[in-house]
């Protein structure tokens, strides 16, 4: 069942920008890790980033590093996921997580498309 | 990286019959904090998000019928389905919490045959 309502997503150029958001349900975003998880077409599944409760660290897939940020908005119960730089290889369904370990709580995924 | 690899890469099973999937790590994944191996099963169907199913190699989440379990240490691991039923139908993913970046296997089709 979906634990949290994802937002953002769509078609993007090549070098364009994108946010996509994740509303939590049931939980609050500063009292657990997070994390976000992408799966390409045909691809397996892809850890992208997590942040801890209180939002001091983070930590990101080479592949996206320097490129992708990750936030909470602990006032509005909010993740985020910034994202620039965008690439054809990260067309992709973007989930949300609860955790960074194992993850159980998943939002019902924002599909990102980078396309000319 | 640590690389997941998961067999077989597909599966055919028939309804009330054991379903066994394989996972193997390229290395250990013992986590210092508990002595517990950081392996997560998950279930993927179409059109959801995945859904955990096993964490700590062994323990069942929370409301995961008792059919499912997970066994295995070092680098071998398995998913098995005592009693398949048509729900089960999916796909299935291991995946590493060890160290980051965490990964998984690329996946097994479970079918009914």
């Known amino acids: 069942q979906v634990q949290a309502v994802q937002s953002g997503g769509g078609l993007v150029k090549p070098g364009g920008s994108l946010r996509l958001s994740c509303a939590p349900s049931?939980?609050?975003?500063?009292?657990?890790?997070m994390s976000w998880v992408r799966q390409a077409p045909g691809r397996r599944l892809e850890w992208v980033s997590y942040?801890?409760?209180?939002?001091?660290?983070?930590d990101y897939a080479d592949s996206v590093k320097g490129r992708f940020t990750v936030s909470r908005d602990t006032t509005k119960n909010l993740l985020t996921l910034e994202m620039n730089s965008l690439r054809v290889e990260d067309t992709a369904m973007y989930y949300c997580?609860?955790?960074?370990?194992?993850?159980?709580?998943w939002g019902q995924g924002s599909l990102v498309t980078v396309s000319s | 990286d640590i690389v997941m690899t998961q067999s077989p890469d597909s599966l055919a099973v028939s309804l009330g019959e054991r379903a066994t999937i394989n996972c193997k790590s390229s290395?250990?994944?013992?986590?210092?904090?508990?002595?517990?191996?950081?392996l997560a099963w998950y279930q993927h169907k179409p059109g959801q998000p995945p859904k955990l199913l096993i964490s700590w190699a062994s323990t069942r989440d929370f409301g995961i019928p008792e059919r499912f379990s997970g066994s295995g240490s070092g680098t071998d691991f398995t998913l098995t389905i005592s009693s398949l039923q048509a729900e089960d139908v999916a796909i299935y993913y291991c995946?590493?919490?060890?160290?980051?970046?965490?990964?998984f296997g690329q996946g097994t089709r479970l079918e009914i045959k």
């Open positions: 942040i801890t409760p209180n939002g001091h660290t983070v």
């Open positions: 049931g939980f609050t975003v500063s009292d657990y890790y």
């Open positions: 997580t609860r955790g960074h370990w194992a993850l159980d709580s």
């Open positions: 995946q590493q919490y060890y160290i980051t970046p965490y990964t």
């Open positions: 290395q250990t994944i013992l986590h210092n904090s508990n002595n517990r191996d950081s």
